[in-house]
């Protein structure tokens, strides 16, 4: 069973940087493609950020763009979302998700990790 582990979440101020790690275990990890989610207070879950098999494509919600970036390491079984000059828009809990194709819908899904921005 594939199990998704995030990590790397905290308080920083507006303007900081984090990096959110997720490690995927249960399965091939290069056989699936990834993506980061968020849901802020009293808000939807919504869509991050993906990436595919083998690193590419990438795709990002508009408000991120310039600002994020997702990659993958097939080697370490991970997947990172590196954050730059983040806002307080940005608060949420973001969890990973891993589908077996781009098409699919995602299957599985980490518990999430605490990003908090303040201005």
């Known amino acids: 069973q594939v199990q998704l582990v995030e990590s790397g979440g905290g308080s920083v101020q507006a303007g900081d940087s984090l990096r959110l790690s997720c490690v995927f275990s249960?399965?091939?990890?290069?056989?699936?493609?990834m993506g980061w989610f968020r849901q802020g207070p009293g808000k939807e879950r919504e869509f991050v950020a993906s990436?595919?098999?083998?690193?590419?494509?990438?795709y990002y919600r508009d408000s991120v763009k310039g600002r994020f970036a997702i990659s993958r390491d097939n080697a370490e079984n991970t997947v990172y979302l590196q954050m730059n000059s983040l806002i307080s828009e940005d608060t949420a809990v973001y969890s990973c998700?891993?589908?077996?194709?781009?098409?699919?819908?995602?299957?599985?899904w980490g518990q999430g990790t605490q990003v908090t921005v303040s201005s």
């Open positions: 249960g399965g091939t990890f290069g056989h699936y493609a």
């Open positions: 990436v595919g098999w083998t690193g590419s494509p990438t």
């Open positions: 998700a891993a589908r077996r194709h781009e098409w699919d819908d995602y299957d599985y």
